[in-house]
């Protein structure tokens, strides 16, 4: 098993993907003026969800609706919400940070990130490992739970004022990155096979090369919270950006245990569990918990724990995955 995942370690992080996210990195760790436009990194982001959408209703299309499909979003809504009051717990203990940061820190390990998913799901397709389509639609399902508890934590365990904010809900709930994602499922779902032949050259065929240049723009924004914010954190909290993956595959585990997935889809479970938002999380902080500080919550999802997911990450969940297999 170890030196299988040292192989698989070996392939990750010598793969085009991950490359260019540290070409971006080193780029802004050196003050390059390499920049790739707000506008066009977020077309990107559209496409990348855009096509793992599109693809997983596809993949329910031709298999249809099983039980399993319910139990398991079941199972990532649970873990979504369960996994902050861990973290917040756990990051309380080891750090020193305000409770309200540490709040909203919590809240992004719930979520989800779809690139982390996007990687994962390119290194299955290199391996020729098979996953099931619908832990797309558990992606959706785990945006939103991990909001409500990090909120929850904010309003229990700190001084923040509960406030009624109607935008909030819709906020969540309407967010672009799950509109996109869920709209795509559905119409991939609805136009079923004959749908994803007739746009395999557009979301299929490219969808590698974009996923190298988005990744490449994740790379100078990693390099700038690091080289500019920080200092907003230490040791103690990029040690938690660290372990925190892992506990939360471990958490997954339990439900894995009982779902009767492929050790594809077992994979693309640990994955999701494991990686940390930066996109509809920080959104609804900003939102909802005004005075907790994006260069803290930004710089340990993004700059820590996104990288550790990227190069060595997903290579162990895929060989925990297997086991399970």
Known sequence: MMDQLLILVLENITSPVVLFFVLGVGASMLRSDLEIPQAAARLLAIYLMLAIGFKGGAAVA???????????????AILSFVTPVIAYFLLQRISKLPAIDIA??????????VVTLAAAIQALAQLGIEYEGYIVAAAAVMEFPAIISGLWLAHH????KRTSNGGLLRHVF?????????????????SGEKGLTEVAPFLVAPFKGVLCLFLLDMGLVAGR????????????????GMLMPLISVGLASVFVM????????????FTLAASASYIAV???????????????????????????????GIPIYITIAMSFG
């Open 174 to 190: 309407l967010n672009g990155s799950i509109v996109v994602l869920v709209g795509a499922f559905a119409i991939g779902w609805i």
């Open 157 to 160: 365990y700190t001084e923040v």
């Open 225 to 240: 919270g690091f080289r500019d914010q920080g200092q907003a954190i230490g040791p103690r909290e990029i040690g938690f």
């Open 258 to 269: 009982f779902l009767e997935l492929s050790a594809g889809g077992t994979a693309l479970i």
């Open 104 to 113: 909203a820190v919590s809240a992004h390990y719930g979520s989800i990130s």
């Open 282 to 312: 920080p959104a609804a902080m900003r939102l909802a918990l005004p005075h907790a500080k994006p260069s803290i919550y930004l710089t340990m999802s993004l700059g820590v724990t996104f990288p550790f997911n990227l190069t060595i």
């Open 62 to 76: 031709t298999t249809g609706i099983e039980l399993r499909l319910i139990t398991t979003l079941i199972s990532c």
